[in-house]
């Protein structure tokens, strides 16, 4: 997140930011410490930043270019494998408490601009829409599952603290690592190892901009390096947020709209005289400081918080379960969270808590948010134990922050969270600890409970007896058809693009040489809707102790947001199965095998529902 504003003002010093060769510095490293030089890589910040690279060019509006999307990471680790640089990916592993405001705030910032996303569509502005940026929340979730597939090494946070402090915090501890790669204005501020700039990079040559803090500090701002996070906080950043600043900085100099020079001039001058340190622990100088901005004392304890955010190593300690469990399972936990093994249901049992962020949905259709609750709360049943008995449900309770339009013209509020509670299993005696699910059963009964989480109305033998690159997907369309009391969210048409899409198995020239297909906002709410079945299904696998490995749930293996765009305006055009099957036998063979197993014992079920109303040729 970082200073707004930073990282264009740094850059016009030319001084403490310039071009840099990183495997000059790579090398330079080996050479003085004799080890394998380590990258560190700014997990979130690179994933949005790579997705829609000049290179690569991928376009969000589809709903996710996974197939190209998995290729652009692969070679992004090989061209510095290739150099002797290893990388070592660092996630945000937790929602800091302190930032949940700030979060909340970004996230209704984005309502206007997926609006107008939808504006666009609506208007026929296709080009536009299609050139529009938006990173979906699946995007950095599923990246992490591709670059274990990769065999990177990667984290994400155990502790309450933003993955900016860890990776700081990792830099400084391993001798081996010579950067950070990210374009996160607070590693300026941070006292760690240089920080590369993301936007800046040329991936063919690399080379990025390097920024020097030391030399920012001293030779532009005319304080010390030990002052910068003072300077930062008073700039405005997530703890202290620069609307409470605004009259500070028209007071510091006496102008209503302030130029950017003038407030850092103006700030650095006030810091200097003051002989302000900007220590978190020196209450005096904090109630000063809080005085002469604000007026009164009342507001110390933000700018601590935002000074001691820039701590490193500030003592931060991993997160507990809220719940008394087994001390294995706690231990594993940890280590499979902090090893993305697991990667949705950590702050799940650590705070109950669980969020979602903004996705394109314009609010014609069911929210992606409500239309897979039920899952998610008979995950809460399990992980919670609390799945078979009903009395039990209504003293746990999960704080639910998930972006939703709840209808077109309105959207609901981040700040406060909705309060949920599990649900049970139906059509199950079976009662088990979810300690003794994870460690004493066999895989048979581990994917009976993940059957049970799901409530799908597909035979559970069925299930096991599916290729196992067909499970998430027969899965998430067999429970938007029939898993839910209130009626299918597909219609028949929607289904069969699915399969159609699933079974062409498309290589990656084949998605490159497809021409943009017009986008419609019925077909992009459709793409959110299944993409956001992808979370919920790996939820469910990671609850039940993964009956069934990650890597068949991961959308390259049966989905492409472009190709579902492409034929499902053919569809339109021509509803037919030889057209949604590219006229080959092979294809359409695949077809006729998947579509029964994905109706399963639902309205469409292809043994009772008249197929052949839908596709003239069924």
Same mark, same amino acid.
């Given at each position: ?22 495997? !000059? ?8 410490? #004799?080890?394998?030089? $380590? ?17 690569? @060019?991928?376009?969000?509006?589809? #709903? ?34 302190? !930032? ?43 990246? !992490? ?27 400084? !501890? ?141 003592? @931060? ?45 314009? #609010? ?32 746990? $309770? ?128 459709? @793409? ?32 492409? #947001? ?35 197993? $994905? ?20």
């Amino acid at each position: 997140m970082g200073v707004k504003g930073l990282s264009s003002f740094v850059q016009d010093c030319p001084e403490a930011c310039r071009f840099v060769s990183i495997e !000059k510095m790579a090398n330079d490293h080996q050479r003085a410490f #004799g080890c394998c030089p $380590v990258l560190i890589v700014d997990g979130s910040n690179i994933i949005p930043w790579l997705y829609t690279y000049r290179k690569y @060019s991928l376009e969000s509006i589809y #709903g996710g270019q996974w197939i190209q999307f998995r290729e652009a990471l692969k070679e992004f680790v090989l061209k510095f494998r290739s150099k002797g640089i290893k990388l070592v990916f660092i996630f945000d592993g937790n929602n800091c408490e302190e !930032k949940l405001a700030e979060w909340a705030r970004r996230r209704t910032e984005r309502y206007k601009e997926i609006a107008s996303i939808f504006n666009d569509i609506s208007q026929n502005l296709q080009t536009k829409a299609i050139a529009r940026t938006h990173v979906s929340a699946a995007l950095k979730l599923l990246a !992490k599952f591709a670059l274990k597939e990769l065999g990177v090494d990667f984290y994400q946070t155990d502790k309450e603290m933003d993955a900016d402090n860890y990776i700081a915090d990792y830099a400084n !501890k391993n001798r081996a690592v010579f950067a950070i790669l990210s374009n996160d204005s607070d590693f300026i501020i941070f006292d760690t190892k240089p920080v590369l700039s993301t936007y800046k990079l040329r991936l063919n040559q690399l080379r990025t901009v390097m920024y020097d803090r030391y030399c920012f500090a001293v030779r532009y701002l005319n304080i010390s390096p030990k002052q910068l996070p003072l300077f930062a906080c008073l700039m405005g950043n997530d703890y202290v947020p620069l609307s409470i600043l605004r009259q500070f900085c028209q007071r510091l100099s006496g102008l209503e709209n302030p130029s950017k020079e003038a407030k850092v001039k103006n700030l650095c001058k006030l810091i200097t005289q003051k002989k302000w340190t900007g220590n978190f622990a020196n209450k005096r100088e904090l109630s000063s400081i809080s005085c002469e901005i604000f007026g009164h004392e009342n507001e110390s304890c933000l700018i601590k918080s935002g000074l001691k955010s820039y701590a490193v190593n500030n003592g @931060s300690i991993p997160l507990t379960l809220c719940v008394k469990m087994r001390r294995d399972f706690e231990q594993a936990i940890h280590e499979r969270h902090f090893n993305c093994s697991n990667v949705c249901i950590f702050n799940l049992l650590c705070k109950k808590q669980y969020t979602s962020s903004e996705v394109l949905e314009d #609010g014609s259709s069911f929210p992606s948010a409500l239309a897979y609750r039920e899952i998610r709360q008979r995950c809460y049943g399990i992980l919670f134990n609390c799945f078979v008995e009903p009395k039990s449900m209504k003293s746990v $309770v999960v704080e639910e922050r998930c972006w939703y339009k709840r209808n077109q013209n309105e959207n609901n509020n981040l700040n406060e969270p909705e309060k949920i509670h599990p649900l049970p299993l139906r059509n199950t005696s079976d009662v088990i600890r979810v300690e003794d699910l994870w460690f004493n059963c066999s895989e048979r009964r581990r994917f009976k409970f993940f059957w049970h989480v799901l409530q799908i109305p597909m035979e559970f033998d069925l299930l096991m007896k599916l290729p196992e690159d067909q499970v998430a997907l027969s899965c998430i369309l067999n429970y938007l058809i029939g898993g839910r009391k209130s009626g299918p969210l597909l219609k028949p048409l929607d289904v069969a693009v699915f399969v159609a899409q699933a079974v062409w198995k498309p290589s990656l020239d084949d998605i490159k040489q497809l021409e943009n297909p017009q986008v419609r906002a019925s077909t992009v709410n459709l @793409s959110t809707l299944f993409v956001n079945g992808i979370a919920a299904v790996l939820m469910a696998l990671e609850t039940c102790g993964l009956p069934s490995p990650y890597k068949y749930a991961l959308p390259w293996r049966f989905f492409d #947001g472009k190709l579902f765009h492409f034929l499902y305006n053919e569809a339109k055009r021509r509803p037919r199965v030889r057209v949604l099957c590219n006229d080959q036998d092979e294809i359409i063979e695949r077809f006729y095998q998947l579509l029964p197993v $994905v109706t399963d014992n639902t309205a469409y079920d292809v043994s009772r529902f008249e197929w052949s109303n839908i596709l003239k040729d069924f």
